[in-house]
């Protein structure tokens, strides 16, 4: 976190300023907060070395509010207590499957939607098992703060299928897991998982 504080004061200040221009409505306010937020957009850039209006359209372009987004991992065992992962096409390494929560769906069925599209097969949801804060955890630097729930799921039918976003789809068990997608995953993240199969009355993890 010490290493990254440029990134969290970046993105605080963004926030600041999203909410004051939601809720403003003073104009001298508004331009002072509009300051704020191209200030957030320049430290970014100066950090990041990407092209400013990039920044600013993925990082600077949301209306309202801003709050946290929500990442959605289905956890799936096999009978031999082995974990269901992905092989994502854009590092080549694997995660649990999952993505963003998408509008109109509850966590339940993007569980149920992310593990079909990305591997395969049928599954129904369970429990949460956890919920990550993902800067709260040895995830690459973000620009996005995102809230992981990790759901629990059965599978009920389907078979091993390779989505538009996985290359590949395999079990592993957990003392010979493959090399992790971290922005997606962290080691401690599928090692908890794994608690939670040897003990299913273990409390849900909050962040």
């Not at 300023?17 to 957030?40: H, M, V």
């Not at 799921?153 to 078979?159: A, E, F, V, Y």
């Not at 989505?163 to 957990?174: C, I, K, L, P, Q």
């Not at 003392?175 to 040897?198: C, H, I, K, W």
């Amino acid at each position: 976190m010490k290493n990254n504080k440029w990134l969290f004061y970046a993105k605080r200040i963004q926030a600041i300023a999203q909410a004051g221009l939601t809720y403003g409505e003073n104009k001298y306010d508004i331009d002072r907060y509009e300051d704020l937020r191209d200030l957030s957009i320049e430290m970014m850039q100066e950090y990041s070395g990407e092209e400013i209006e990039q920044i600013r359209n993925l990082f600077a372009s949301e209306k309202g509010y801003q709050t946290p987004k929500i990442d959605v991992r289905g956890v799936v065992f096999n009978q031999e207590g082995h974990l269901l992962m992905v092989r994502e096409t854009i590092d080549n390494r694997w995660s649990l499957p999952g993505g963003w929560a998408d509008v109109g769906y509850s966590p339940r069925q993007i569980a149920v939607k992310e593990v079909w599209e990305e591997s395969g097969f049928e599954v129904e949801t369970q429990q949460l098992l956890a919920v990550f804060d993902k800067q709260s955890h040895p995830h690459p630097p973000d620009i996005y703060q995102a809230y992981k729930l990790f759901i629990l799921c059965r599978i009920t039918g389907g078979k091993a299928t390779k989505g538009m976003e996985t290359s590949d789809v395999a079990f592993f068990e957990r003392n010979a897991l493959p090399e992790l997608s971290t922005p997606r995953n962290t080691e401690g993240q599928v090692m908890m998982m794994f608690d939670y199969l040897d003990n299913p009355d273990k409390p849900v993890y909050i962040d």
